[in-house]
Nanobody, 125 residues
Framework: VQLVESGGDSVQSGGSLRLSCKTTAYTYSAYCVAWARQAPGKEREGVAQLGHDGSVTYAESVKDRFTILSDKANMTMYLEMNDLKSEDTAMYFC????????????????????WGQGTQVTVSA
């Protein structure tokens, strides 16, 4: 399984970005995908998760601002981020797991075993 993120950039507070994650194994029926982030000096935290059944979970800090989407035909998933805040500044990673049911966003670090290299998002005030 390979995961390659793109789309990170520097934006001003209140702006929007869309991150992409190209994956090579989206056709598996038990494929779970997620986004996580790690800010300097902080632990990596799950941000959003999308199950193979269409179920989603979000971290409370991004709910109503971030949306996780998938395009299975192109084997790509996305993280649409709106109303960005300085506290959203972090390296963002996409992750994948093969599981039924899919682990939620709260267990991304322990339950997702395939990771991309990350893409940097910087939000300035």
């Amino acid at each position: 399984v390979q995961l390659v993120e793109s789309g990170g950039d520097s934006v001003q507070s209140g702006g929007s970005l869309r991150l992409s994650c190209k994956t090579t194994a989206y056709t598996y029926s038990a494929y779970c995908v997620a986004w996580a982030r790690q800010a300097p000096g902080k632990e990596r935290e799950g941000v959003a998760q999308l199950g193979h059944d269409g179920s989603v979970t979000y971290a409370e800090s991004v709910k109503d601002r971030f949306t996780i989407l998938s395009d299975k035909a192109n084997m790509t998933m996305y993280l649409e981020m709106n109303d960005l805040k300085s506290e959203d500044t972090a390296m963002y990673f996409c992750a994948a797991a093969f599981a039924k049911p899919c682990p939620t966003v709260h267990t991304v670090n322990s339950e997702y075993h395939y990771w991309g290299q990350g893409t940097q998002v910087t939000v300035s005030a």
